[in-house]
């Protein structure tokens, strides 16, 4: 299947670096010129996790809750009980963290159709230090039953799927990076929520990434060829997993590699190793955040330090197809 | 009918209402007593009076909205949309709890959608009232309906329910009416001892709410109270609404104990467990 990659994706030096947070920022005002009952809470983040596209265009259609989560999710909640469609936006931490017993009972347990947007996501959240950097959010959202949750792999991808998740019903979460990452992807790359894409084929090990990783494991794909012939697969929706994708390529590899900014306890690893232990099977190595909390750092140097930039992947990945 | 007449009226539905909750929570083995009967009145003065609503058609876009945060008191909720002519029968409020039923322990709008919401977690309804008053205001009906939540006074205790109520503030919702069940009980005690509230009509005052006092077991002080509520314009209204939990139940009343019991569970101190809900009926079917 061809996903009309950039054509540069393979050269870091050449791909434009792009905020994920902008592509859902700029996705969701796109959204709001042709839905009107499409509405955004914002909760003293507007500016920074990017509310303000849409509420610089449509003043009206934006709620500004102040710095109150928890506040935030009741509204959305009593917003989509009244048939409008909330986006409720800010620092994944907070949106789902702080709020999480709101998000079960008024929005998750009545199937109602608030759409998170999180920015700030993962260690790659940088300097502001383990408060701010979210890494069990996936964990929180993906055990609430109904729920969609959906990681992008990119700016491109975000826009996409802040636009994609209107169509859903029930709460859906979609987390984004705050720095800029190469935005590999292109308008012309398809995007179906719950299909994983094999970005590229390869037959020794299957490689699952979600969110900035990606776009590591597809330079390592490249950069290990003679070595090592690896699947490429973005799990871009981690909740529903598609197992189907998965299967097909486990039985071809039989051994499967996943990694993520995320914890690796309860995230997109988990997930699929959920899956595979149940119907194929297979020898797998979960790499993340190694359920621990990190510290400041640029996102560059966190990466390094924590073995998930693409140095850091390559070194686990390594050890792991030895065995 | 006279005035007069509507109020004996509506009084004599408030007790048979009282009534159907001891037997349906005796059937249950399981439930919250004080808080429905303290409740029992206000319920029967908004069905059966105030609310502007259509039991047959519940999804009537220009119905009032009756929001119960304090999900624990659904008993009284459920009664009276039965004795109201919702789809709810009798037979069926006798399954309350039970494994199949519709009537969860804890309201879910999944199974009966004319509840509004789902509730139960405490501090939850009033931010869900301004998500809805912000849906009516985009829509431009906020002249249309009046939205009403239903909160007790152990919630208060919430944090969310002030990130709520300064958010109602600053928006200066028009017919947006919170109604606090201010029975001074919670379930560890009284209110008082375990976190005190007061002064709680200042607190809101301080929130810029328009706040006002009913004694809740006055039935012509709770219809010209909510009336009066009404009449207020840019700017949300709390009620305090003075009740004595276990109201109409002479060994329930007052006495935090009974807060999350059912008759045939509670305090057996002035009455034994077995005659729990004979005692109870016997006083209220006496009225």
Same mark, same amino acid.
């Given at each position: 299947?061809?996903?009309?990659?950039?054509?540069?994706?393979?050269?870091?030096?050449?791909?434009?670096?792009?905020?994920?947070? @902008?592509?859902?920022?700029?996705?969701?005002?796109?959204?709001?010129?042709?839905?009107? @009952?499409?509405? %955004?809470?914002?909760?003293?983040?507007?500016?920074?996790?990017?509310?303000?596209?849409?509420?610089?265009?449509?003043?009206?259609?934006?709620?500004?809750?102040?710095?109150?989560?928890?506040?935030?999710?009741?509204?959305?909640?009593?917003?989509?009980?009244?048939?409008?469609?909330?986006?409720?936006?800010?620092?994944?931490?907070?949106?789902?963290?702080?709020?999480?017993?709101?998000?079960?009972?008024?929005?998750?347990?009545?199937?109602?159709?608030?759409?998170?947007?999180?920015?700030?996501?993962?260690?790659?959240?940088?300097?502001?230090?383990?408060?701010?950097?979210?890494?069990?959010?996936?964990?929180?959202?993906?055990?609430?039953?109904?729920?969609?949750?959906?990681?992008?792999? @990119?700016?491109?991808?975000?826009?996409?799927?802040?636009?994609?998740?209107?169509?859903?019903?029930?709460?859906?979460?979609?987390?984004?990076?705050?720095?800029?990452?190469?935005?590999?992807?292109?308008?012309?790359?398809?995007?179906?929520?719950?299909?994983?894409?094999?970005?590229?084929?390869?037959?020794?090990?299957?490689?699952?990434?979600?969110?900035?990783?990606?776009?590591?494991?597809?330079?390592?794909?490249?950069?290990?060829?003679?070595?090592?012939?690896?699947?490429?697969?973005?799990?871009?929706?981690?909740?529903?997993?598609?197992?189907?994708?998965?299967?097909?390529?486990?039985?071809?590899?039989?051994?499967?590699?996943?990694?993520?900014?995320?914890?690796?306890?309860?995230?997109?690893?988990?997930?699929?190793?959920?899956?595979?232990?149940?119907?194929?099977?297979?020898?797998?190595?979960?790499?993340?955040?190694?359920?621990?909390?990190?510290?400041?750092?640029?996102?560059?140097?966190?990466?390094?330090?924590?073995?998930?930039?693409?140095?850091?992947?390559?070194? %686990?990945?390594?050890?792991?197809?030895?065995? | 009918?006279?005035?007069?007449?509507?109020?004996?009226?509506?009084?004599?539905?408030?007790?048979?209402?009282?009534?159907?909750?001891?037997?349906?929570?005796?059937?249950?083995?399981?439930?919250?007593?004080?808080?429905?009967?303290?409740?029992?009145?206000?319920?029967?003065?908004?069905?059966?009076?105030?609310?502007?609503?259509?039991?047959?058609?519940?999804?009537?876009?220009?119905?009032?909205?009756?929001?119960?945060?304090?999900?624990?008191?659904?008993?009284?909720?459920?009664?009276? =949309?039965?004795?109201?002519?919702?789809?709810?029968?009798?037979?069926?409020?006798?399954?309350?709890?039970?494994?199949?039923?519709?009537?969860?322990?804890?309201?879910?709008?999944?199974?009966?959608?004319?509840?509004?919401?789902?509730?139960?977690?405490?501090?939850?309804?009033?931010?869900?009232?301004?998500?809805?008053?912000?849906?009516?205001?985009?829509?431009?009906?906020?002249?249309?309906?009046?939205?009403?939540?239903? =909160?007790?006074?152990?919630?208060?205790?919430?944090?969310?329910?002030?990130?709520?109520?300064?958010?109602?503030?600053?928006?200066?919702?028009?017919?947006?009416?919170?109604?606090?069940?201010?029975?001074?009980? *919670?379930?560890?005690?009284?209110?008082?001892?375990?976190?005190?509230?007061?002064?709680?009509?200042?607190?809101?005052?301080?929130?810029?709410?328009?706040?006002?006092?009913?004694?809740?077991?006055?039935?012509?002080?709770?219809?010209?109270?909510?009336?009066?509520?009404?009449?207020?314009?840019?700017?949300?209204?709390?009620?305090?609404?003075?009740?004595?939990?276990?109201?109409?139940?002479?060994?329930?009343?007052?006495?935090?104990?009974?807060?999350?019991?059912?008759?045939?569970?509670?305090?057996?101190?002035?009455?034994?467990?077995?005659? *729990?809900?004979?005692?109870?009926?016997?006083?209220?079917?006496?009225?």
């Amino acid at each position: 299947m061809d996903y009309y990659l950039d054509k540069n994706y393979l050269n870091p030096k050449k791909v434009e670096s792009k905020k994920m947070r @902008d592509g859902a920022g700029i996705g969701i005002a796109e959204l709001g010129e042709t839905k009107k @009952d499409v509405v %955004v809470l914002g909760a003293d983040t507007a500016g920074s996790a990017r509310a303000s596209f849409f509420a610089k265009k449509f003043p009206k259609r934006f709620i500004q809750c102040g710095v109150a989560e928890q506040n935030m999710t009741g509204i959305a909640a009593g917003l989509a009980y009244e048939g409008m469609v909330p986006y409720a936006i800010t620092y994944a931490a907070f949106l789902i963290g702080r709020a999480w017993e709101p998000i079960r009972t008024t929005v998750a347990y009545p199937e109602n159709h608030v759409i998170y947007v999180a920015s700030h996501v993962g260690i790659a959240t940088g300097s502001d230090g383990p408060t701010h950097q979210m890494t069990e959010d996936i964990t929180l959202t993906r055990c609430l039953p109904g729920f969609t949750v959906i990681a992008p792999a @990119d700016y491109e991808q975000a826009r996409k799927a802040v636009k994609a998740a209107y169509d859903l019903k029930g709460p859906v979460y979609i987390r984004n990076v705050r720095d800029a990452t190469p935005n590999f992807t292109t308008e012309q790359t398809p995007f179906e929520i719950g299909k994983a894409q094999v970005l590229r084929e390869g037959k020794d090990i299957t490689v699952v990434g979600h969110g900035l990783v990606v776009h590591s494991l597809l330079l390592l794909a490249e950069e290990l060829k003679n070595e090592v012939s690896l699947e490429v697969i973005n799990m871009h929706t981690i909740e529903p997993l598609d197992g189907d994708t998965l299967l097909t390529s486990a039985k071809k590899t039989g051994k499967v590699f996943t990694a993520e900014d995320h914890n690796i306890r309860g995230g997109m690893g988990s997930a699929v190793a959920e899956f595979l232990s149940e119907n194929n099977p297979v020898p797998m190595k979960l790499h993340g955040v190694m359920d621990e909390f990190t510290e400041s750092g640029t996102m560059e140097d966190l990466l390094k330090k924590y073995k998930l930039d693409k140095e850091g992947i390559k070194e %686990v990945l390594l050890d792991f197809v030895k065995i | 009918m006279t005035h007069y007449e509507k109020i004996k009226t509506l009084e004599k539905k408030a007790n048979d209402i009282r009534i159907d909750i001891i037997k349906m929570l005796e059937e249950a083995g399981a439930g919250h007593s004080a808080g429905p009967l303290g409740m029992a009145d206000i319920f029967t003065a908004m069905y059966f009076d105030i609310l502007k609503h259509n039991p047959k058609k519940p999804d009537w876009e220009d119905r009032d909205r009756l929001i119960l945060s304090n999900g624990h008191i659904v008993p009284v909720r459920y009664v009276t =949309m039965h004795h109201a002519g919702y789809d709810i029968t009798r037979e069926e409020l006798m399954t309350l709890r039970k494994l199949g039923s519709r009537l969860e322990g804890h309201p879910s709008v999944k199974r009966i959608p004319a509840l509004e919401t789902s509730s139960g977690p405490l501090g939850e309804g009033l931010s869900e009232a301004c998500g809805f008053a912000m849906a009516r205001r985009l829509k431009g009906r906020e002249q249309d309906y009046t939205i009403y939540v239903l =909160m007790s006074d152990g919630e208060q205790q919430e944090g969310m329910t002030w990130e709520a109520a300064m958010f109602a503030g600053k928006q200066k919702f028009n017919n947006f009416v919170g109604i606090i069940d201010r029975n001074n009980i *919670q379930i560890d005690g009284f209110t008082e001892d375990i976190m005190p509230l007061e002064p709680l009509r200042e607190k809101y005052e301080a929130f810029n709410w328009h706040v006002m006092e009913m004694n809740a077991h006055d039935m012509a002080e709770i219809i010209s109270t909510v009336q009066e509520a009404k009449s207020v314009h840019q700017q949300p209204v709390l009620i305090i609404a003075h009740t004595v939990p276990g109201k109409g139940v002479d060994f329930m009343e007052n006495d935090y104990r009974w807060h999350g019991v059912p008759p045939g569970e509670g305090p057996e101190d002035k009455v034994p467990a077995k005659d *729990q809900a004979k005692r109870a009926l016997e006083e209220l079917e006496g009225k």
